[in-house]
């Protein structure tokens, strides 16, 4: 979780949990609100660095040694059959994922009446233009701005995990999604971090407004999703928590969003856009040179299929 400082009245030092790693959050004390909030998250931390004191101890006498009661050592077939009696449960929860993102293509949206605009590198920007000329958006809130522990030099550390994960962007855009950060530290600032982080490929913007407020993010982390119909924006869907750490590869940020991966096995409703899996697949520096599908490729990914197929149909008999 990152904490947004109420304002900037005699601040009072809290220790808080972070986006998964500690942070220092920095409440007003003329805020009550807050301070009932951080003083039961606080009573939580306590509890659990009581019930974790012991697991700490087992982490120091760890190192260069083995932890106590490892599984049993067994032999190779033994492995195999104790991997393949797992694997049927892998492979319900993958089949459960994918049921859940249909889920996620059919809920309701929300139609964003209200104007909003950022500061970007280029000068101001609407929330319609954050989307580059894509249909769809992913919007993180990462925390990154005055009163958040690591400022100025660095933006929350758990935030900073979740952005050193993010996959290239090139293959997000090529079905039609951009993602964005934004923050409340100034460009210049955003910059500065981009480049020292290695973070350049990140379209990382600032917030001006109520936006964050008016979408669950002003106090803690989280993406929004949006889709856009011409000039008019919709909200379609919203994760926070342990939602996040999912998220980087293109995989789990096109199964949050409303057309998913545009795959022609996803349980989709009718009418949306799909294509045969693997023939978009390319490097991600060769979307613009080759913007239809390379035959040679297409024979490939087809065989791919096909011992895919094969695979499974044996794993079944087995």
Not at 98 to 105: F, G, I, N, P, S
Not at 196 to 221: C, L, N, Q
Not at 290 to 299: C, F, I, L, R
Request: proline residues 6%.
């Amino acid at each position: 979780m990152c904490a947004q400082h109420a304002s900037q009245a005699q601040p009072v030092m809290v220790a808080g949990t972070g986006c998964t790693g500690g942070i220092l959050a920095v409440a007003s004390a003329s805020s009550e609100k807050f301070s009932e909030r951080v003083a039961s998250v606080c009573f939580r931390k306590k509890r659990r660095n009581d019930m974790t004191t012991s697991k700490e101890r087992d982490m120091e006498q760890l190192k260069g040694n083995l932890p106590r009661n490892t599984p049993p050592i067994v032999s190779p077939q033994e492995w195999e059959a104790a991997r393949r009696q797992l694997l049927v449960k892998e492979k319900a929860l993958t089949r459960s994922r994918d049921a859940l993102a249909a889920e996620r293509r059919r809920m309701p949206w929300m139609a964003v009446e209200k104007k909003y605009e950022f500061d970007g590198p280029k000068g101001k920007v609407s929330l319609l233009d954050l989307f580059e000329g894509r249909p769809q958006l992913i919007f993180y809130r990462a925390f990154f701005e005055p009163g958040v522990f690591g400022w100025p030099e660095h933006a929350c550390r758990g935030c900073s995990l979740g952005a050193d994960q993010v996959s290239h962007l090139a293959h997000l855009n090529a079905r039609d999604t951009t993602l964005v950060y934004a923050s409340r530290a100034p460009q210049a600032d955003v910059g500065r971090l981009k480049a020292r982080m290695g973070w350049e490929k990140i379209p990382w913007y600032t917030m001006t407004d109520s936006f964050d407020a008016d979408f669950g993010v002003d106090e803690w982390h989280g993406h929004n999703v949006f889709f856009r119909d011409g000039d008019k924006v919709f909200r379609t869907y919203f994760i926070n928590g342990r939602g996040d750490e999912s998220m980087g590869t293109i995989w789990s940020y096109l199964d949050l969003t409303p057309l998913g991966r545009q795959e022609t096995w996803e349980d989709s409703p009718e009418g949306y856009p799909q294509s045969s899996p693997y023939k978009w697949w390319n490097w991600h520096d060769n979307y613009d040179a080759e913007p239809s599908h390379d035959p040679k490729w297409a024979k490939v990914s087809d065989a791919g299929i096909v011992a895919i197929r094969k695979r499974s149909e044996e794993e079944k008999a087995s």
